[in-house]
């Protein structure tokens, strides 16, 4: 393995499986309730991301973003039964968002636009995951968020090409996973 891309494309793909094995366990054990809504506009926001890095040239890193797509619609899945049922308006309307950016991707097929729209809905896309958070810090996994951050950053160096298009996605996501993981552990710290 001489290529380094290849070495970082690997070792953020092995970490983002990682990140979700914890999480889907506590779903199993009823520790955590993903919201169903953040977890869709993931799985949305990181095929579409895949899409416009591949265009901007990113290669191999796509691979954590790949993985992470797939297992963002698993963790979906599992939110119908396992899920919170605390879903407001508010929530709809972050859903709704992250479906026109998918709708503008597919009318304007412009990457580095596409990779600023998703990584701003990516942000918004968060919010109903901070708002049951901050009210009850003990149904999320703060492990899961700190190892998709890692992932994030890893997958940075399996870029074939670093470019604003390539990386700020990625950026976006190491910052959206740390607030979240760290948001975890204060709130737990208030929390009793």
Do not use: Q
């Not at 949305?44 to 265009?55: D, F, H, K, W």
């Not at 503008?104 to 109903?128: M, Q, R």
Request: proline residues 3%; charged residues 10%; aromatic residues 14%.
């Amino acid at each position: 393995m001489g290529n380094p891309h290849i070495l970082f494309a690997l070792i953020s793909a092995l970490a983002g499986i990682s990140c979700f094995i914890p999480y889907i366990h506590d779903i199993f054990l009823r520790k955590t309730t993903p919201h169903s809504y953040s977890w869709l506009i993931w799985a949305i926001l990181e095929v579409t991301g895949v899409v416009a890095m591949l265009g901007g040239g990113a290669g191999l890193g796509i691979a954590s973003l790949s993985v992470g797509a797939i297992l963002c619609l698993f963790v979906f899945l599992l939110s119908f039964r396992y899920g919170t049922k605390n879903v407001t308006t508010f929530d709809a309307g972050c859903l709704i968002g992250a479906l026109c950016i998918f709708i503008v991707y597919l009318l304007t097929h412009n990457s580095l636009l596409s990779v600023i729209l998703v990584a701003l809905i990516d942000i918004v896309a968060f919010f109903p995951t901070f708002r049951k958070v901050f009210a009850e810090p003990y149904t999320e996994t703060k492990l899961t968020y700190f190892l998709s951050a890692f992932s994030s950053a890893l997958a940075l160096g399996a870029l074939a090409t670093f470019t604003f298009t390539t990386s700020f996605y990625l950026i976006s996501l190491i910052f959206t996973n740390l607030t979240c993981g760290v948001l975890i552990m204060v709130r737990r710290k208030y929390t009793k």
